[in-house]
């Protein structure tokens, strides 16, 4: 389970833990939408099994989004008298919009590793 994790924000093929799964350097920061690699470049494993096949990621990504906007919202409660707070939106809003282009990153990954063949 760690390793899996591991592989996961490695950016790592979830067939071979070799090959790279987005194209960018950095898994972490890079601001637009992410450049996937078609196929694993070590064991030439296909990412996208289908059309449409990273639809799924969507929800995994709306899940992530709201589990960081909660969060966020009880650290901000112990800093805030009221519970609701106008600035506590504003700060859930800047961290959701500062997070989103790495969850769209963390999604696909989760994807790709939940439905990646486990038989071999
Ligand atoms: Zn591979």
């Not at 093929?13 to 950095?26: I, L, W």
């Not at 805030?80 to 106008?86: A, E």
């Given at each position: 389970m760690l390793s899996t994790l591991s592989h996961i924000f490695k950016n790592e093929?979830?067939?071979?833990?070799?090959?790279?799964?987005?194209?960018?350097?950095?898994f972490f920061f890079s601001i637009g939408f992410p450049k996937m690699n078609t196929?694993?470049?070590?064991?030439?494993?296909?990412?996208?099994?289908?059309?449409?096949?990273?639809?799924?990621a969507m929800f995994v990504n709306y899940a992530i989004t709201v589990g960081q906007a909660l969060i966020t919202f009880f650290i901000c409660s112990l800093f805030?008298?009221?519970?609701?707070?106008?600035r506590i939106l504003l700060i859930i809003g800047f961290v959701i919009l500062t997070l989103s282009f790495f969850n769209i990153r963390l999604s696909r990954m989760i994807w790709i590793y939940a439905f990646k063949n486990y038989t071999n």
């Open positions: 093929c979830p067939n071979c833990n070799k090959g790279k799964v987005f194209a960018d350097k950095s196929h694993c470049s070590h064991c030439n494993y296909k990412f996208e099994k289908e059309p449409g096949y990273f639809f799924g805030f008298d009221k519970i609701f707070d106008f």
